[in-house]
C-alpha cells in the first residue's frame, strides 16, 4: 500500500515534443501528488502539484492529470525543451496514518530533450 | 517557498571517521525536515523524520546509533554520520515541511568515504 510506481524510466523527446510521465499509487489516503524536478548533482525542485479533488492542473508548459478512481497521476511537458532534460519524480502523500507527514516517491524518470 | 541550504556541499573523509551535514532553513521556521539519502540514479530514500525538539522518527532499516540527527532549533537539523564506511558514500538531501503539504529541499551533500 505504500509504493508509487513510475514510468517510463527514461523518455527521448525531440525538441517541441509532448513528454508524458505516468505514476500510479495504491493509498487511497494520501492527499496531495506533487512532481519534482532534479538536475544531476542538485536537489529536487517543486514543479507543480495537485489535490485529489480536481483532475487537471497547467502550470506553464507543465500539466498533470489526476485519475481518482484509477489512482494514477501524469505529467505533460507540452513543447519540452532541451532544458527540460532532468529527472523528474512523482510523490505521493503525506502518510498520516504513519503519524508524519512522509511522502511516498516515485522511482525517477530521466527524460532527455534532444536540440 | 522556503530556502533551504545545506553545509558542506561536498565532503570527503577516512573510513572511520564521523561526519556532519547542516542543513538550515533560511526563511521558514520549520517544525520537521526530512532526510533522504540518494544512490547515483535512483530515488530518494527517506532516512529519518527530524522533529524540532524531539527524537528524530527512523526508517525501518535505517541504523540510528549510525546516522544521528539533531534538530535542535527551528532553523537547523544536523546529519551525523558515525564510524563513515565506503558504503556511506551517497548523495544526503534535506527537506523542510512547510506544514501545508509543502516540501523544499536543500541542493545536497554529496559524501565520499575512502
Known amino acids: 500500500q505504500q509504493q508509487v510506481k513510475q514510468s517510463p524510466q527514461s523518455l527521448i523527446v525531440q525538441k517541441g515534443g509532448i513528454s508524458i510521465i505516468n505514476c500510479a499509487y495504491e493509498?487511497?489516503?494520501?492527499?496531495?501528488f506533487p512532481w519534482y524536478q532534479q538536475f544531476p548533482g542538485k536537489g529536487p525542485a517543486l514543479l507543480i502539484a495537485i489535490r485529489p479533488d480536481v483532475s487537471e492542473k497547467k502550470e506553464g508548459r507543465f500539466t498533470i492529470s489526476f485519475n481518482k478512481s484509477a489512482k494514477q497521476f501524469s505529467l505533460h511537458i507540452m513543447d519540452s525543451q532541451p532544458g527540460d532534460s532532468a529527472t523528474y519524480f512523482c510523490?505521493?502523500?503525506?502518510?498520516?496514518?504513519?503519524?508524519?507527514?512522509?511522502?511516498?516517491f516515485g522511482t525517477g524518470t530521466r527524460l532527455k530533450v534532444l536540440a | 517557498g522556503a530556502v533551504v541550504s545545506q553545509h558542506p556541499s561536498w565532503v570527503i573523509c577516512k573510513s572511520g571517521t564521523s561526519v556532519k551535514i547542516e542543513c538550515r532553513s533560511l526563511d521558514f521556521q520549520a517544525t520537521t525536515m526530512f532526510w533522504y539519502r540518494q544512490f547515483p540514479k535512483q530515488s530518494l530514500m527517506l532516512m529519518a523524520t527530524?522533529?524540532?525538539?524531539?527524537?528524530?522518527?527512523?526508517e525501518q532499516g535505517v541504523e540510528k546509533d549510525k546516522f544521528l540527527i539533531n534538530h535542535a532549533s527551528l532553523t537547523l537539523s544536523t546529519l551525523t554520520v558515525t564510524s563513515a564506511h565506503p558504503e556511506d558514500s551517497s548523495f544526503y538531501i534535506c527537506?523542510?515541511?512547510?506544514?501545508?503539504?509543502?516540501?523544499?529541499f536543500g541542493p545536497g551533500t554529496r559524501l565520499t568515504v575512502t
Open positions: 493509498n487511497t489516503a494520501f492527499d496531495y
Open positions: 527530524s522533529n524540532e525538539g524531539s527524537k528524530a522518527t527512523y
Open positions: 510523490a505521493a502523500g503525506p502518510d498520516l496514518s504513519s503519524g508524519t507527514y512522509k511522502y511516498i
Open positions: 527537506s523542510v515541511y512547510d506544514g501545508s503539504y509543502e516540501q523544499y
